[in-house]
């Protein structure tokens, strides 16, 4: 685990008032991706914890007693409450500092710009992340299964996104601003071309990452450029 | 597929003003089901058109042009707006009849009953859902194979969703009435039943679904009780 504020223990941020959130995070992690955008595009702040996935450091029994499924990110507040599921987070961001939204007014494209999001979260983003993925390759002992498995699905699962988005004015998922629509799909693209899926014949999808990682917001969460980036 | 509305055709709802919604759904998708318990604890009425996922008419043409994804459920609204994703629909439904609402006010407990809501949505149900469990059939050609791992992950996943509920009181997930985890939670339970899963050890979910299922909204949602149940 890297604390970025020099050696503190972790505790530090929980006890005393008025100091920064903090998120705890991981670089390649899609769902610490999807809180990092969220919080850029909010402009707020915080300090970032580090875990290495792959040296199993969020299931540590500190990391549990925050986050009992072992999973990143969490998102402490400055009182100590900790927030998991990148999802929950980013509606805590959005009802807690409303400007500049993420999320349409209106009832119905509300509901059109969250389902983009949840048929990634819940449909895509599940299936092809490591748990998954050392499961495949547990059950057929083979990388090439691992690895057609993991592509296929991204494949797949952002073909009925670009259909999602069938009618929908760009340059944005839905509109002219970026929206959790975006936040979500951004770092699953990453995903998609690390499994080498074929995005060539996803034009929406395409025209809204460049019109996303043109923002700072974006640009400054990517993986790449987080200090714990390998 | 079964329209509970003589034998219109399914456009009938789209066209005019004034009827009532409709939920193109299944009675054992726990998708579905998450979405008749939002409608019945908001006292919403809808007509129901129900499909039969193991025949695919989730996958017919004209599904799919409401529903690119090919999943239900889709609910469509009177004015033939199309709203897909069970969360962004009980989302919707929250926003536009916001009482009783199935969310705490303050932030911070909406941020926790919705990420034991997504603990389940995007955590567990995605890696036991039928696409999942026959693509494991595939690769491994057994069947021992695919219903270790339904009951193994069902297992697991509703450990971490026992130790969430620390420190909350009941009987419902997050105190005296129902939120959005009691929604998500029990449609899970009844898959987690159908796999094996032990839930001897899960009191607190166990409390909690208990005093859902006392509840009309909760028991006429079940699926034993839809028109389309075999």
Known sequence: MIDRQARQ????????????????????SSAS?????GLGLKGIKVDHTFYVLRKGEQRSESYLAMNPQGLVPSLELDDGSIL???LAILDYLEETHPEPSFLPKDPVRRAKVRAFALAIACDLHPVQNLKVLFAVKGLTGSEQAMNDWAR?????????????LAGEKGPFCFGDRP????????PQLAN?????????????LMQAETACLALPAFADAA?????DAE
């Open 179 to 186: 929206t959790l629509a975006d936040i979500v799909l951004v």
């Open 192 to 204: 998609a071309r690390r499994f080498g899926a074929d995005l060539s014949k996803l034009p929406r």
């Open 9 to 28: 223990p972790m505790v530090r941020a929980t006890k005393a008032g008025g100091l920064a959130m903090k998120l705890h995070g991981f670089f390649r």
């Open 223 to 227: 993986p790449e450029k987080q200090p």
């Open 84 to 86: 998991t599921q990148s």
């Open 152 to 164: 296929r699905v991204n494949q797949e699962g952002l073909e009925a996104c670009e259909a999602l």
């Open 33 to 37: 991706y999807r809180v990092r955008i």
